[in-house]
Nanobody, 123 residues
Framework: QVQLRESGGGLVQAGGSLRLSCAASGHTFSRYAMGWFRQAPGKEREFVAGIRWTGAPTYYTDSVKGRFTIARDNAKNTVYLQMNSLKPEDTAVYYC????????????????WGQGTQVTVSS
């Protein structure tokens, strides 16, 4: 079992930055590929970024490429999402998720989820 807890969300102006963290419990964290998803009100949950258990390669949805960076520290059981040049359309609840399978954009591939952290970008 893996338990996930996100932190780092908040309110930021457009153009600003935030770094989300996802702390995992369980000694098998390093075996899991990790993903970040987001869900805005009235919309489906959307894949944002993913990272293999080795730390590379990384994957991004087109709308965040060049602005967001996913990274992990297996020694700290933590995965990060650095978000720069934030836009109002990035406003959503952000979730981290773990999968024993390969990284993918389909939420059903993921076995464990955090409770989410709110990111709000004002214009």
């Amino acid at each position: 079992q893996v338990q996930l807890r996100e932190s780092g969300g908040g309110l930021v102006q457009a153009g600003g930055s935030l770094r989300l963290s996802c702390a995992a419990s369980g000694h098998t964290f390093s075996r899991y590929a990790m993903g970040w998803f987001r869900q805005a009100p009235g919309k489906e949950r959307e894949f944002v970024a993913g990272i293999r258990w080795t730390g590379a390669p990384t994957y991004y949805t087109d709308s965040v490429k060049g602005r967001f960076t996913i990274a992990r520290d297996n020694a700290k059981n933590t995965v990060y999402l650095q978000m720069n040049s934030l836009k109002p359309e990035d406003t959503a609840v952000y979730y981290c998720a773990a999968t024993i399978n390969r990284v993918g954009s389909d939420p059903s591939r993921y076995d464990y989820w955090g409770q989410g952290t709110q990111v709000t970008v004002s214009s």
